[in-house]
C-alpha cells in the first residue's frame, strides 16, 4: 500500500491525479491518494519529474532515524487525515491545542504526517497520535490513519527532515511575536491585565507543549530548537514580572 502526497497545487498535481487514477488509485483528500502500485512505477517519480510529491509505503518493520553528514533517514511515520461533521470554533481550538504538542507536518488542513513512536516514548506532556485520534472521534469526527509509512526515496527523506524542521521553528516564531506583541501592550498599556493573563497563560501551554517536542526532535531527528525555546522561557518570566 502507498500514500502519494502532492506538496503543489499546481499542475504537477493535476497531472499525477490524472495518472493514480488510471492506476487505480483513490483520492482520500485534496492532493492525497491511497492505492497499490501494480499498475503505478514509482520508480518513475525522480526528484526533478516531481519535485513537490512525496510516496510513503506501508511496511510491516519499524524504522529508526538515522540522522549523519552523509544521510538522512527519517524512519517509520504515521499519516492522519481527519473529518469532523460539526466543528464549532471550541473544537478546532481544542484540536490546534493538541497539534503543539505532538511533532507533525501539516500536508493539507486536517492532514498530518508524524514520526512514528509509541506512547512510551513521549517526553514531557507530549501527545500521541492515537491520543489526537481519540479525541476527534469522540467529538464525532472521523480518522484515517496508517502507521508504519517510509518514504521509497532518498530526497523524499530529506524533504520530510526539512518539513519536520521547518514546523518547529515557525511555531517558535510564532510564539516570539506573540510574546513581542503582548510586551509591547503591556509596556504600552494598551491591554487589561485579564486579558493579559489569559493570553500569557494560553502561550505558557503552547509552549510547554512545544518544548516537550523540541526535545523529543533533538533525540529523533537531531532537530535542535531547545536553544531558542529557552529564550521564549527567559521572555515568558519577564512578562510576568510585568504582570506582578
Not at 211 to 228: G, M, Q, V, Y
Request: charged share 30%.
Amino acid at each position: 500500500m502507498y500514500i502519494v502526497i502532492s506538496l503543489s497545487k499546481g499542475e504537477i498535481s493535476r497531472d499525477l491525479s490524472e495518472k493514480l487514477k488510471v492506476s487505480g488509485f483513490n483520492k482520500i483528500k485534496e492532493g492525497v491518494w491511497i492505492g497499490l502500485s501494480e499498475k503505478f512505477n514509482f520508480e518513475n517519480i525522480t526528484k526533478n519529474g516531481f519535485s513537490e510529491v512525496l510516496v510513503l509505503k506501508k511496511s510491516r518493520k519499524i524504522y529508526t532515524p538515522h540522522i549523519g553528514s552523509e544521510e538522512i533517514n527519517v524512519g517509520s511515520l504515521t499519516f492522519l487525515s481527519y473529518k469532523i461533521p460539526l466543528n464549532p470554533p471550541k473544537i478546532r481550538k481544542n484540536i490546534e491545542r493538541v497539534l503543539w504538542r505532538i511533532p507533525c507536518i501539516r500536508i493539507r488542513k486536517t492532514t498530518y504526517i508524524f514520526p512514528f513512536f509509541k506512547d512510551s516514548a513521549k517526553i514531557g506532556n507530549m501527545v500521541s497520535v492515537s491520543e489526537m485520534k481519540r479525541l476527534i472521534e469522540s467529538v464525532g469526527g472521523y480518522c484515517f490513519k496508517i502507521s508504519k509509512l517510509v518514504p521509497i526515496k532518498d530526497w523524499m527523506h530529506q524533504e520530510i527532515f526539512h518539513l519536520f524542521k521547518t514546523n518547529i521553528e515557525e511555531k517558535v516564531n510564532k510564539l516570539n511575536l506573540l510574546l513581542d506583541n503582548l510586551t509591547k501592550k503591556l509596556k504600552r498599556g494598551e491591554i487589561d491585565r485579564k486579558v493579559a493573563l489569559k493570553n500569557l497563560y494560553e502561550i505558557k501551554f503552547r509552549f510547554q507543549g512545544l518544548f516537550s517536542c523540541a526535545i523529543f526532535l533533538k533525540k529523533w531527528l537531531k532537530i535542535d530548537e531547545t536553544t531558542n525555546l529557552q529564550k521564549i522561557k527567559n521572555k515568558i518570566s519577564k512578562v510576568k514580572q510585568i504582570l506582578q
